[in-house]
């Protein structure tokens, strides 16, 4: 089984979630990049008034104009014994 994980370095730390598919994972990227669009536009007025619809697109709009500032990473990862945890009882 494979899971994603989106790490998220921010002013205030570093968050980090686990995802069953890469989707949700640059879903959870968008859903911040959203969240913070309207303050990432006060450093960068290049970017559009909106966040785009396509959840990929308003991720690396926000992470580009946020450069230095905040950044995340979505990596793949194996989980290893799950179809024994699942079987032991």
């Known amino acids: 089984m494979d899971v994603h994980v989106f790490v998220f370095e921010h002013r205030h730390g570093r968050d980090v979630s686990?995802?069953?598919s890469e989707e949700l994972a640059v879903a959870e990227g968008a859903r911040v990049a959203r969240e913070w669009w309207s303050e990432a536009?006060?450093?960068d007025a290049s970017l559009p008034e909106?966040?785009?619809?396509?959840?990929?697109?308003a991720m690396e709009?926000?992470?580009?104009a946020q450069e230095?500032?905040?950044f995340y990473e979505i990596v793949g990862c194996?989980?290893?014994g799950i179809?024994?945890?699942?079987?032991?009882?």
């Open 18 to 20: 686990a995802y069953a």
């Open 41 to 43: 536009r006060e450093q």
């Open 50 to 57: 909106q966040p785009p619809v396509a959840d990929a697109e």
């Open 61 to 64: 709009l926000y992470f580009a």
């Open 68 to 70: 230095g500032r905040e």
């Open 78 to 80: 194996d989980v290893e």
């Open 83 to 89: 179809g024994a945890a699942a079987g032991a009882s």
